[in-house]
Structures are given as C-alpha cells and as structure tokens.
C-alpha cells in the first residue's frame, strides 16, 4: 500500500513574479516535513539541484522554477493563481 508524504499543500502567497512581469511567484506550505525525501529527489529529477546544508531542492517543470524546503516550497513564473495546484501535488519528473 502507498504512503503518502504529505497530507496537505496550502498554497499561502501569490507575489510578482522577478523573472517575467507578466506572471506570478507562488509559496506554499507543506502539512509535513519533506527533508529526507529530497535527496531521493535530487536522484530522480532532471537537472535537480540539492543542497543538504540549507536543506533544499530546486529543480526546473514545464519552465518554473521550483525550490523544496522542509515545510515550504516555492515556485516562479506562474500564470495564475491555479496554476500551482499540480505541479505542488506532483513533483514526478
């Protein structure tokens, strides 16, 4: 039977996106703590980028950019204020 990680992603603040003016940067809070599961990401994600000392994990899906901290992730160049809900579910590569 699956585990499940994560009970629940709330996403909490939509900012200005940095990178394109036209779009939005999204954060989000995990229910859980998501540490020991980034390094097994860093192994599987395309071009994953994982630093233990922080610790974090930034990677690129369907051109965001996405950076995974233990309780919180965050994510630039969204469209729009729905955008985020896949991409927090599922970080399959």
């Given at each position: 039977m699956p585990v499940s990680l994560l009970r629940k992603v709330?996403?909490?603040?939509?900012?200005?996106c940095l990178a394109d003016p036209e779009k939005l940067r999204a954060?989000?809070?995990?229910?859980?703590?998501v540490r020991k599961v980034l390094p097994h990401l860093n192994a599987i994600l395309p071009r994953a980028v994982y630093n233990p000392l922080t610790p974090t994990l930034t990677f690129q899906k369907d051109?965001?950019?996405?950076?995974?901290?233990?309780?919180v992730v965050t994510m630039a160049k969204v469209r729009d204020e729905e955008m985020p809900r896949p991409p927090l579910t599922g970080c399959e590569s």
């Amino acid at each position: 039977m699956p585990v499940s990680l994560l009970r629940k992603v709330k996403v909490t603040t939509f900012l200005p996106c940095l990178a394109d003016p036209e779009k939005l940067r999204a954060v989000a809070e995990f229910s859980d703590d998501v540490r020991k599961v980034l390094p097994h990401l860093n192994a599987i994600l395309p071009r994953a980028v994982y630093n233990p000392l922080t610790p974090t994990l930034t990677f690129q899906k369907d051109g965001r950019l996405i950076t995974l901290y233990p309780h919180v992730v965050t994510m630039a160049k969204v469209r729009d204020e729905e955008m985020p809900r896949p991409p927090l579910t599922g970080c399959e590569s």
